[in-house]
Nanobody
Framework: QVQLVESGGGLVQAGGSLRISCAAS????????MGWFRQAPGKERELISR????????YYADSVKGRFTISRDNAKYTMYLQMNSLKPEDTAVYYC?????????????WGQGTQVTVSS
């Protein structure tokens, strides 16, 4: 099992920046990749970024490309999401997720979520 805890959410004005973190514990050596998802009120949860734990390859959804940067600290088993040029439409609960298998795309391990609110 892998346990995930997010931190760093909050309220920020449009155009501002925020960094959120996700600390992993448990069977961290089994992690294949980790991702950031978000869910806005009335909308489905969406994958916005992911990073492979070994090689560090990344993916960004078009909605955040060029504004958000995902990174990880292997020694601390912590993943980060640096969010710049935030927009009100970025307001959502942000979740981190992890998976151990390179096969498929589902994520069995989830954090509790952290609220990010961007005011206009």
């Amino acid at each position: 099992q892998v346990q995930l805890v997010e931190s760093g959410g909050g309220l920020v004005q449009a155009g501002g920046s925020l960094r959120i973190s996700c600390a992993a514990s448990g069977r961290t050596s089994s992690i294949y990749n980790m991702g950031w998802f978000r869910q806005a009120p009335g909308k489905e949860r969406e994958l916005i970024s992911r990073i492979s734990w070994s090689g560090g390859s990344t993916y960004y959804a078009d909605s955040v490309k060029g504004r958000f940067t995902i990174s990880r600290d292997n020694a601390k088993y912590t993943m980060y999401l640096q969010m710049n040029s935030l927009k009100p439409e970025d307001t959502a609960v942000y979740y981190c997720a992890a998976r151990s298998s390179p096969i498929g795309s589902s994520y069995p391990y989830w954090g509790q979520g952290t609220q990010v609110t961007v005011s206009s």
